[in-house]
C-alpha cells in the first residue's frame, strides 16, 4: 500500500512514532485500572448478624469497653464452629432477650440475619462490600455489578468505535475519556448499590474504547513490519496498569482513596491528547490529503528522515486504493457462504468465547484461592508480564496455531486439577498457571485472527470476534454465582471449554510466513499445504 511504502522512506518505527507510541500507550491504562478496580471495592469483609435491640450502652453496666462490648455480644448472638468460626449470616432467636454478659444461647433457635450486619474492616478497609451490605444473600449481586459493566462494555465498544471512524481517534478518545471521567465522579456519591452500578455501566461503555482507540491509533502511525510489535508492546502497559491498581488497592485498602486515584489517573491522561497529532491514515481514509500531508512531514522530520519525492501522488494512490477497497464486492456475509471461512469462523469465535470468560472468570476466582487476598491478584497481574514476552518470542519463531493449541489447552487442565486440590497454594499455583497460560495463547490469538481472516473483512472479523469475546466476559461472573451449589462448576466449566477450544484450534492453518490474504480465495488457500500464499517480503517480529 501507499502509505506503508512511504512510512519505509520516513521511517516505520522512528524516534516520533516511539514518543507518539509511549504517550498513547499510556492512555490505554485508564481502561484495565477502571476495569480491576471494581475487584478491590468488593473485597471479602468479615461480617456477622447485627442484633438490632443490643446497644453498646448495655455493657456499660458490665464494664466493658466498646471493642469488649462487640465481642461479647457476638459471643453471644452468633453461632460458632472450630471448623468454620463465626457464622456470618445466621444468628440466634434473641428476640425480646436483653444484653446478658454470661447469658448461654445454645439452646436457642438458629435464624437468619434479621437486621443486617455488623462489619469489621480493621483487615479490608472500607469497601462497597460494607457500605451496601453485599453479603450472604447480597453477594450475587457483586457479580451481576461485574456482568452490566460487562453489558456497558457490549454496547460502547461498536458505537464509539464507529464513532472514531466518523470524528476522527483523538476527538473520540477525548470524547471518551471525558463521559468516563464524568461518571467516575459520580460513583462517589452513590448512595446504594444500584445507583452506583448504573454510574459505572455508563462508564463502561466509554471506557473499554479507551483501550481500543489508543490501540488502533498506535497501529496506524507506524509502518506495516512494525504493527504486530506495537501491537504486542502496548500489552505490557495492560500488564503495568493491572499491577499498579492492585498495589494501589493493598496500600491505601479504602474503596473511595482508589477510586479517587481512578480519577487522578484519568485527568492525568487529558494532556495526551493535546500532544499527539490525528492520526494520518484516518486523515487519508476522509480525504483530508493537506493535514495528512502535515504530520507525515513531522513524522519525517522528527526521525530525521526526508519526504521522497513523488509522495504526493503515493498519497493519491493511497486514497484510490482505499475507495477501491471501500467498492469491493466482498462482504461480511460471504464469510458464511464458504463452507471452509464458515469453519474456521465458527472455531475463532468458540475460541474468542472461552478466553474471554476464562480470563476474567479466573481474575474473579482469586479472591476464593484459599490464599491471601492481595497477594494472589498481584501473582495474577504480574504472571501476565513474562508471558507477553514470551508471546514476542512463540511469534517469532513458533508460529501462530501450535502455541494457541498448546496454551489454551494447559489452561483448560490447569483449570481441571485446581478443582482436586484443597484451598491453598497448590490450588492457587494451578490457577497462575492457568492465567499464565490464558494470557499467552489470548495475546497470540489477536494476531493469528487479523491473519486467517482477508482484507476485505478482517475489521469485521476482529471486531465481532472481540464482541463474542466481551459476551464471555460478561457471562464469567454470572458463572461464579453459580459455585454457591457446587463449587468446582466454574474451573469445570472454562476447563472443558478451553480444552476443547485448544482441541479446535488444530483445524486451522498456520500463518506464519504467509502474507496477509486479500481474498477469500486467499484466504481459504491459507489451509492448504501445496497452496500456501508465500511471502518473499515477511519479517518477523522485530524491533
Not at 112 to 118: A, F, I, L, P, T
Not at 477 to 504: A, E, K, Q
Amino acid at each position: 500500500m501507499a502509505l506503508d511504502d512511504l512510512f519505509i522512506h520516513i521511517g516505520e518505527l522512528g524516534r516520533y512514532q516511539w514518543y507518539l507510541f509511549i504517550l498513547a500507550s499510556l492512555g490505554t491504562v485508564v481502561c484495565p485500572v477502571t476495569l480491576f478496580s471494581q475487584i478491590f471495592y468488593t473485597v471479602p469483609t468479615e461480617h456477622w448478624c447485627s442484633v438490632d435491640s443490643w446497644g453498646y450502652e448495655d455493657c456499660d453496666i458490665y464494664g466493658l469497653d466498646h471493642s469488649q462490648c462487640e465481642e461479647a455480644q457476638r459471643n453471644l448472638s452468633i453461632p460458632w464452629s472450630k471448623d468454620t468460626g463465626y457464622d456470618e449470616c445466621n444468628m440466634y432467636n434473641v428476640t425480646g432477650l436483653e444484653f446478658d454478659s454470661d447469658g448461654i444461647n445454645d439452646e436457642l433457635d438458629v435464624i437468619e440475619c434479621q437486621n443486617g450486619w455488623k462489619f469489621d474492616q480493621r483487615e479490608s478497609g472500607r469497601t462497597l462490600t460494607a457500605k451496601f451490605s453485599l453479603v450472604c444473600d447480597r453477594e450475587v449481586l457483586i457479580h451481576v455489578g461485574q456482568s452490566l459493566y460487562f453489558i456497558g462494555c457490549l454496547i460502547g465498544c461498536p458505537l464509539f468505535g464507529a464513532l472514531s471512524d466518523r470524528i476522527g481517534r483523538v476527538y473520540a478518545w477525548g470524547f471518551c475519556i471525558t463521559q468516563s471521567l464524568v461518571f467516575a465522579i459520580t460513583m462517589l456519591f452513590a448512595n446504594n448499590f444500584w445507583t452506583y452500578t448504573v454510574m459505572r455501566m455508563l462508564m463502561a461503555m466509554s471506557n473499554y474504547a479507551l483501550w481500543i482507540i489508543p490501540f488502533v491509533y498506535i497501529t496506524e502511525i507506524v509502518g506495516y513490519s512494525k504493527r504486530m510489535f506495537v501491537g504486542l508492546l502496548v500489552e505490557f502497559f495492560w500488564a503495568g496498569a493491572y499491577l499498579t491498581i492492585t498495589l494501589l488497592s493493598w496500600i491505601l485498602k479504602d474503596w473511595m482513596y482508589v477510586q479517587i486515584a481512578v480519577i487522578g489517573i484519568h485527568i492525568i491522561s487529558y494532556p495526551i491528547l493535546f500532544l499527539v497529532p490525528e492520526s494520518p491514515r484516518w486523515l487519508l481514509a476522509r480525504g483530508n490529503f493537506k493535514k495528512a500531508e502535515e504530520i507525515l512531514t513531522v513524522i519525517a522530520r522528527r526521525n530525521g528522515k526526508e519526504m521522497p519525492p513523488n509522495y504526493k501522488s503515493e498519497l493519491m494512490d493511497e486514497a484510490k486504493l482505499r475507495e477501491q477497497e471501500l467498492q469491493s464486492k466482498v462482504k461480511p456475509i460471504d464469510l458464511y457462504r464458504n463452507r471452509t471461512m464458515l469453519l474456521w469462523t465458527c472455531i475463532l469465535l468458540v475460541v474468542w468465547f472461552g478466553h474471554g470468560m476464562t480470563y476474567f472468570g479466573l481474575t474473579f476466582m482469586s479472591g476464593e484461592l484459599g490464599f491471601p487476598f492481595y497477594p494472589s491478584f498481584f501473582i495474577q497481574a504480574a504472571v501476565e508480564v513474562p508471558a507477553y514476552v514470551f508471546c514476542i518470542i512463540l511469534l517469532s519463531y513458533v508460529g501462530r496455531r501450535n502455541p494457541t493449541s498448546f496454551f489454551t489447552t494447559m489452561a483448560g487442565v490447569a483449570c481441571l486439577v485446581s478443582v482436586v486440590m484443597p484451598p491453598g497454594v497448590w490450588r492457587a499455583l494451578m490457577i497462575f498457571a492457568a492465567k499464565f497460560a490464558i494470557s499467552v495463547s489470548f495475546v497470540i490469538l489477536f494476531v493469528y485472527t487479523a491473519e486467517i481472516f482477508p482484507t476485505a473483512v478482517r475489521g469485521f472479523g476482529l471486531s465481532f470476534s472481540a464482541i463474542i469475546s466481551l459476551i464471555g466476559e460478561t457471562i464469567s461472573p454470572l458463572v461464579l454465582v453459580l459455585s454457591h451449589w457446587w463449587p468446582p462448576f466454574p474451573m469445570v466449566f472454562c476447563g472443558l471449554l478451553t480444552i476443547v477450544g485448544g482441541g479446535l484450534v488444530m483445524l486451522l492453518p498456520e500463518t506464519r510466513g504467509t502474507m496477509l490474504p486479500e481474498t477469500i480465495e486467499e484466504a481459504v488457500a491459507l489451509g492448504r499445504s501445496k497452496q500456501r500464499i508465500p511471502s518473499e517480503d515477511y519479517e518477523e517480529v522485530k524491533v
